[in-house]
């Protein structure tokens, strides 16, 4: 790997604190001096196909023309002014935009700055909609092994506590029900039977519809997503959908729960929400949610406000982002890609070390058996010319919609390549 880093990378690496890193022991990080398309272009003048379109968000690609005009004219008119007292046209539309593209009855949107931020204010509205309706002992949550939600600390609550991301923090963060998402008859009853004992306790159930992201990509069915809801609903517990990493494509539907049938009671969006241009979250709720809070008591109201929430720039780069997915075909493009990515990462599934492989929409996994250091893996496919990061025991794509077939090529044959040299 080339050591040829330019000096501003020297002079403020000893100040950088980088993520998910034992700073000790973690191998150099990659000076990047420009993005187009789907490829990253290095300081030293590589380019690597990007793979995994920033942790899924560059939906667009990067430097999508439409989206950098629409930031720069909102730069020009203001970057940003505070929301609370006042308002603005990019947030206005947006929210009329998002109400209308969302699973139906999902008019009211709350802006966040991040996705974690979102889920946070998705849990306060749960906790506080039983406040207001009189039943303040329905304050904990049915979630999920293999689930992630974030890292703030409430986020962490909700997510699995066994994930080695979040094992520094177990005992520090609010107890939930944590259980496995049913696959069959005997798992749904279980399921059934512990809400039928504890729903005065249960303030909501929060899932990533169909795909668990960081907590290994794994993969649930459409029915059991609506069995799930069904259940959720029969003892009267609100259902929240954290779409943060499936919405906006990412599963070939504009949002997963569609695939489903259902609309959540509150829905938690972030990543491709501004097609990776700028950080924003939206956390969006059914009429009935929000009439709980509609009242005359300022007891009732929603007590929180994030400072940069509803960012005017980060608004106009998410009403960009929805003008390309209704004027370009990018749920073609997803299918497209899905199709590709199922042909060219099955060969993987009869290579030594492999368990699955599993695609969906513009999400390939190969699942590696336990014990393979897939770490390991990450210099040698930057090698192979590609931005890939695998972890736990998978190798995964989630690429911008808009990468060419030979760009997903060069992908999936050098996971097939640094597979193949284990």
Known sequence: MSTSFPRWYDDGMPHIWLPYSQMKTAIPSLPVVATHGARITLADGRELVDGIASWWTACHGYNHPHII??????????????????????????????????????????????????????????????????????????????????????????????????????????????????????????????????????????????????????????????????????????????EIATGFGRTGSMFACEQAGITPDIMCIGKALTGGAVTLGATLTQDAVFEVFYDDSPDHAFMHGPTFMANPLACAAANASLDLFDKEPRLKQVAAIEAQMAEQLEPCRKLPFVEDVRVMGGIGVVQMEAGVDVYSLRPKLIEQGVWVRPFGDIIYLTPAFTVTSDELAQLTQSITTVIKGL
Not at 78 to 106: D, N
Not at 159 to 167: A, I, M, N, R, V
Request: charged share 20%; hydrophobic share 45%.
């Open 69 to 242: 005009q629409a930031v720069e004219a909102q730069l020009r008119s203001f970057p940003h002014v505070m929301f609370g007292g006042l308002v603005h046209e990019p947030a206005l539309t947006l929210a009329k935009r998002l109400s209308k593209i969302a699973p139906a009855g999902l008019n009211r949107v709350f802006f966040s700055d991040s996705g974690s931020v979102a889920v946070e204010v998705a849990l306060k509205i749960a906790l506080q909609y039983w406040r207001n309706s009189g039943k303040p002992h329905k304050d904990r949550f049915v979630c999920f092994t293999h689930g992630y939600h974030g890292d703030t600390m409430g986020a962490m609550s909700v997510s699995d506590p066994e994930k080695s991301l979040h094992k520094a923090f177990r005992g520090s963060v609010i107890k939930q029900y944590v259980v496995d998402i049913p696959s069959d008859e005997y798992g749904f009853s279980e399921f059934d039977s512990l809400l039928a004992a504890e729903h005065g306790h249960i303030a909501g159930i929060i899932i990533e519809p169909l795909v668990q992201g960081a907590g290994g990509m794994k993969f649930h069915s459409v029915d059991v997503l609506a069995e799930l809801y069904r259940i959720a609903k029969k003892h009267n517990i609100l259902f929240i959908a954290d």
